[in-house]
């Protein structure tokens, strides 16, 4: 029997500074499977308290994005109860697509418990249906976590995945019983063991090159393999715990054999740990830059492959876990945009409308998001002429520009274009500039039957 099985014989939960910690993993995880996830969630904090919106797919609806068109045309119209028309931009949150990714990340990956990136996106209805679907968080300060907690959800069900905290931050996370958390340098062991020295360690390392388009996090945070036996050392010489490994990919991935290397490094992070004469590892957090559809059963298929090939002999004592933020946000949430100015010049348009990159749309500047606006009103009848358009956000900075040269019939001032797949990076990083508050963006949290 390996070191961590015998280890775990004698602590059937760990240790006493994360208490119970597996067995509520598991609870949860496994809780599901009675009830009705929508009714569960429906019910949740941060859910339960939002002025729900229930529409019924029409006949006609061929997918989520049809029957969501249909409750946007009813929102701008003033058709929903007690509700006048919309009159500025908005986004419709649809929970149904939310329990529907749940379910296939459990079909795909059975054995890997997300912890929901609450950077992504922090809409409060969106935490409370992951939390009741069974979720952990991966937080990255204080108000992220206070976010998740307010919500009911256990301490114990949070990682604060900050390689480098603030000290206040890390102050609160011990006072509320926050005890899972990153790092990849020595001074933050030494940060840890002054501020919060109850705290069990994730050692980040450096995962190989996952070819992302968007947000590649391993230029900042990581430690390379000759660092790994230092800051465990480190970590050994503070007395401070170190729990296991994580490591993130990058945000999306696109070459997803990138996981099959990271779980390899780390299984050698847990035999160095071991060499060292340390308490045995116990959880294994690989990350995210998951998206949902093909690529996620992709990623799946090669996540289990190599959990099989490098921690068959752990895995009856190492809890997996992952950090999916993309994956359950972008598809989730639709941006409905009201357009407020236009201009002919020839053969081209330019349309103004009320939100930018300064707003929701800074995923276009931030996560290198490629937008494809429709009308609201139809899609383009075959034979229909289009005008290559600009589609300019409110503020007065010439680089609020939402896309250029892009195909659009002929718009007027007061319609509306539509936005698919804009959950992830959106309202989460929007500002205040030149007076235009993202914050102030409505979000209608719908479900259907």
């Not at 779980?263 to 340390?278: E, K, N, S, Y």
Request: proline share 6%; hydrophobic share 40%.
């Amino acid at each position: 029997m390996h070191a961590c099985c015998r280890a775990n014989k004698r602590l059937a939960t760990f240790d006493s500074s994360l208490p119970s910690r597996l067995l509520d993993c598991l609870r949860t995880w496994v809780s599901m499977d009675g009830g009705s996830p929508m009714q569960t969630v429906l019910s949740a904090p941060g859910v339960k308290d939002k002025k729900l919106v229930s529409f019924t797919r029409n006949d006609d609806a061929t997918n989520d994005k049809d029957a969501v068109t249909g409750l946007i045309r009813s929102i701008v119209g003033g058709a929903t109860p007690s509700s006048p028309a919309q009159r500025t931009a908005f986004h419709v949150f649809h929970i149904n697509t939310v329990v529907d990714l749940f379910s296939a990340w459990r079909r795909g990956l059975p054995d890997v418990r997300p912890y929901y990136a609450v950077k992504c996106n922090p809409e409060p209805a969106l935490l409370g249906a992951l939390a009741a679907l069974g979720a952990g968080f991966d937080c990255a300060s204080r108000a992220e976590m206070e976010a998740v907690l307010a919500l009911g959800v256990p301490p114990g069900r949070i990682v604060y995945a900050n390689p480098c905290k603030p000290e206040p931050h890390l102050e609160y996370a011990a006072g509320a019983g926050v005890s899972l958390a990153t790092y990849d340098t020595e001074d933050e062991v030494a940060k840890v063991a002054r501020c919060h020295p109850g705290c069990q360690l994730l050692l980040r390392l450096k995962a190989p090159d996952g070819g992302v388009s968007g947000g590649d996090l391993m230029n900042k945070y990581g430690a390379h393999a000759h660092e790994v036996a230092p800051l465990l050392r480190a970590a050994q010489r503070a007395g401070v715990g170190v729990a296991g490994v994580s490591f993130h990919v990058g945000s999306p991935v696109s070459r997803v054999d990138v996981y099959r290397g990271a779980i390899q490094a780390a299984r050698a992070a847990f035999d160095q740990a071991v060499a060292l004469g340390m308490p045995p590892m116990r959880v294994l957090d690989v990350g995210g830059g998951f998206t949902a559809g093909a690529a996620f059963d992709e990623a799946a298929a090669v996540i289990r492959d190599a959990l099989d090939r490098s921690f068959r002999d752990l895995r009856p004592c190492v809890e997996v876990v992952a950090e999916p933020g993309r994956y359950f946000a972008t598809t989730a949430f639709t941006l409905a945009a009201r357009v407020i100015g236009r201009r002919a010049r020839g053969a081209a348009r330019e349309y103004w409308i009320d939100d930018g990159v300064y707003g929701s749309l800074n995923n276009v500047l931030m996560d290198h998001k490629a937008p494809r606006p429709r009308p609201l009103a139809s899609c383009p009848r075959p034979g229909e002429e289009t005008y290559a358009s600009t589609v300019f956000g409110p503020t007065c900075d010439s680089q609020d520009k939402v896309v250029t040269g892009y195909q659009l019939p002929e718009m007027s001032v007061g319609d509306w274009l539509v936005f698919d797949d804009m959950g992830a990076y959106s309202t989460s990083a929007g500002s205040r500039f030149n007076g235009f508050d993202s914050s102030e963006i409505k979000i209608y949290v719908a479900y259907s039957s």
